[in-house]
C-alpha cells in the first residue's frame, strides 16, 4: 500500500513538473530573445582581373531580436543562410606586394541583411563593422572561340554562310602556370537534326580549369541555312598557255554543273565565271578546264567535259 502511494505521488510530481516546465517555456517564448547568426557573404559583379584571396572577409555576424518562437524554430531547422553583397559598391583603400584592398561598410548592407532575415527580426549589430576584400592581379590572353557542333541538314538544304561566332574570341584571365595549359576555347556541343532554317541561338563556353575565368560564359551562333538548287550554265573556255601563239578550243564551251541557294537563282551570271584551260603534262594535246573565278555563294558540282584538246593556228 506504502509502495502505491509512493509511486502515485512520484507520478504527479514528475506530471507537475512537466507541467510547471511547459507552462516556463512558454511564458519565456513569448517573449523576444537577443541571437546572433553568421552569414556567409557572396561577392557578385567581381573584376574579371583579379582573383579573390582567401583572406578576404567572408562571413559577417548579426546580432537580432526576435520572437522566441522564432527563434526555436530556426535553431531545430539549423538552416543557414547567405548574403549576396554586389562588390562594385566597394572603395579602394590600397596596394601592397600587388595585393589591392577594398572595403565595404557593414552598415551600408543593413536593409539587403533585413530582407535576408524573417520579417519580425530587428537587426541589433553587424560585425565586423567593416568588411575588407583582398585581389591578386592575373594575368590574361585573347583566344579563339571554336564552335563544337553536330548539325545535319534537311534534303535540298544546305549552310549558306561560315558559322558567325559573337564574339569569336575572348579574354581569359589565370595564373600564368594555368593560362598555359590552354591554346583555344571549345563551347559547349549544339546538336541539330534535319534542320531546315537558319539558326541564331546562344551556347555556354565548355568548362576548363577552375583555376581560369573567362570575360564570358557565353557567346551567340547564327548558322545561316538556306534552300538550294541545281542548276547548269554554259561558259565560254579561256586558253592559258605560255607562248603567243593562236589557239583552237574543242569545245569551245563547256557546262557547269553547281548548287545555288534559291534566294540567288537568278543573280548568277555568265560574267561571275573564268573558265580556264591549263596545259597537262600528262595527257599530251589534253588541256585541264579549272574555274579560277567563281561567286562564293554557290557549289560546284562538275565541268562537263573536264577537258578540252586544240590545235595550234598558223
Known amino acids: 500500500m506504502k509502495n502505491t502511494l509512493h509511486n502515485e505521488r512520484t507520478i504527479t510530481f514528475i506530471v507537475s513538473l512537466i507541467i510547471a516546465s511547459s507552462l516556463w517555456l512558454l ?14 557573404i557572396h561577392f557578385q559583379n567581381l573584376p574579371p582581373d583579379k582573383v579573390l584571396l582567401k583572406s578576404s572577409d567572408s562571413l559577417i555576424q548579426v546580432r537580432t531580436n526576435k520572437n522566441g518562437f522564432n527563434a526555436l524554430s530556426e535553431l531545430i531547422s539549423g538552416k543557414q543562410k547567405s548574403l549576396n553583397v554586389d562588390f562594385s559598391n566597394a572603395k579602394y583603400l590600397s596596394t601592397k606586394n600587388g595585393i589591392r584592398t577594398y572595403f565595404l561598410f557593414s552598415s551600408s548592407l543593413a536593409f539587403s541583411i533585413s ?24 594575368s590574361s590572353k585573347k583566344l579563339k572561340v571554336e564552335l563544337n557542333v553536330d548539325l545535319s541538314l534537311s534534303p535540298r538544304y544546305k549552310q549558306y554562310l561560315p558559322y558567325q561566332l559573337n564574339p569569336d574570341s575572348i579574354r581569359v584571365y589565370g595564373t600564368h602556370s594555368a593560362l598555359e595549359t590552354i591554346q583555344k576555347i571549345r563551347t559547349e556541343k549544339l546538336t541539330f537534326k534535319n534542320a531546315d532554317r537558319s539558326i541564331d541561338t546562344n551556347v555556354n563556353l565548355a568548362k576548363h580549369s577552375k583555376d581560369l575565368i573567362f570575360e564570358k560564359e557565353n557567346i551567340g551562333v547564327k548558322i545561316d541555312i538556306e534552300e538550294f538548287t541545281e542548276s547548269k550554265m554554259k561558259l565560254p573556255i579561256l586558253p592559258k598557255l605560255n607562248s603567243g601563239a593562236r589557239y583552237k578550243l574543242f569545245p569551245s564551251e563547256a557546262t557547269i554543273v553547281y548548287q545555288v541557294a534559291l534566294k540567288d ?40 567535259p573536264s577537258v578540252a584538246e586544240y590545235i595550234i593556228l598558223k
Open 27 to 40: 511564458i519565456k517564448l513569448t517573449g523576444d530573445f537577443q541571437t546572433d547568426r553568421q552569414l556567409h
Open 115 to 138: 530582407e535576408t532575415l524573417s520579417a519580425k527580426e530587428v537587426i541589433v549589430s553587424i560585425r565586423p563593422d567593416t568588411l575588407f576584400i583582398r585581389f591578386q592581379p592575373l
Open 265 to 304: 537563282y537568278s543573280k548568277i551570271k555568265v560574267s561571275d565565271f573564268l573558265l580556264e584551260a591549263l596545259p597537262d603534262s600528262l595527257v599530251s594535246g589534253k588541256l585541264n578546264l579549272k574555274l579560277n573565278k567563281q561567286p562564293e555563294n554557290i557549289i560546284i558540282s562538275s565541268i562537263q
